[in-house]
Antibody, heavy 127, light 108 residues
Framework: EVQLVESGGGLVQPGGSLRLSCAAS????????MHWVRQAPGKGLVWVSR????????RYADSVKGRFTISRDNAKNTLYLQMNSLRAEDTAVHYC????????????????????WGQGTLVTVSS | EIVLTQSPGTLSLSPGERATLSCRAS???????LAWYQQKPGQAPRLLIY???SRATGIPDRFSGSGSGTDFTLTISRLEPEDFAVYYC?????????FGQGTKLEIK
């Protein structure tokens, strides 16, 4: 059974830092791109960041570029999001989600949306 | 950045009725990398449709997706009580992987 379990959220003051983790199980983690998506209270879904299967390529939403860093440890089946210089507008439930997958060892990918999501971890930025 | 606009914002229908939700993109979505998600209060989103028209694993066949280019539709043929939720479309073709603002499907 595929499982994604986030942790690391909490209350932090403006300007502070947090590191979120997403522990993956039930699939070959190293063959999948992974994403972070967030949702402010009562608002819609906003894509935050993604990392490719071997960690060599990353992308960020403009709102977090230069402040957040996505990374992964394929040996530990874990995805991370290092969040620095936090602002009140970063207050949200943060989800990890599974994305593209390697079909073969020649670098061909399949894509079927964000097919599994964690339960989310709440980050609250407030003084 | 591809902007996705969903309509209507809220849709009020009764169980048994047909629901049609729209998603329009500001530019063509490559290879129909368009997905639909359902989200209920306090829960994570659930993938319903990917590739514009393929149902995800375990999704009932009353859910169907169609469209290409810039215009996409999610249809729920006969609403069940558990279908009342918020629905989001998303393009996962190119970064940033944008979502629409959502359509709330509520019981009339």
């Amino acid at each position: 059974e595929v499982q994604l379990v986030e942790s690391g959220g909490g209350l932090v003051q403006p300007g502070g830092s947090l590191r979120l983790s997403c522990a993956a199980s039930g699939f070959t983690f190293s063959r999948y791109w992974m994403h972070w998506v967030r949702q402010a209270p009562g608002k819609g879904l906003v894509w935050v960041s993604r990392i490719n299967s071997d960690g060599s390529s990353t992308r960020y939403a403009d709102s977090v570029k230069g402040r957040f860093t996505i990374s992964r440890d394929n040996a530990k089946n874990t995805l991370y999001l290092q969040m620095n210089s936090l602002r009140a507008e970063d207050t949200a439930v943060h989800y990890c989600a599974r994305g593209k997958f390697l079909i073969n060892d020649y670098g061909d990918y399949g894509a079927s949306g964000f097919d599994y999501w964690g339960q989310g971890t709440l980050v609250t930025v407030s003084s | 950045e591809i902007v996705l606009t969903q309509s209507p914002g809220t849709l009020s229908l009764s169980p048994g009725e047909r629901a049609t939700l729209s998603c329009r993109a500001s530019q063509s979505v490559s290879s129909s990398y368009l997905a639909w998600y359902q989200q209920k209060p306090g829960q994570a989103p659930r993938l319903l449709i990917y590739g514009a028209s393929s149902r995800a694993t375990g999704i009932p066949d009353r859910f169907s997706g169609s469209g290409s280019g810039t215009d996409f539709t999610l249809t729920i043929s006969r609403l069940e009580p558990e279908d009342f939720a918020v629905y989001y479309c998303q393009q996962y073709s190119s970064s940033p992987y944008t979502f629409g603002q959502g359509t709330k499907l509520e019981i009339k």
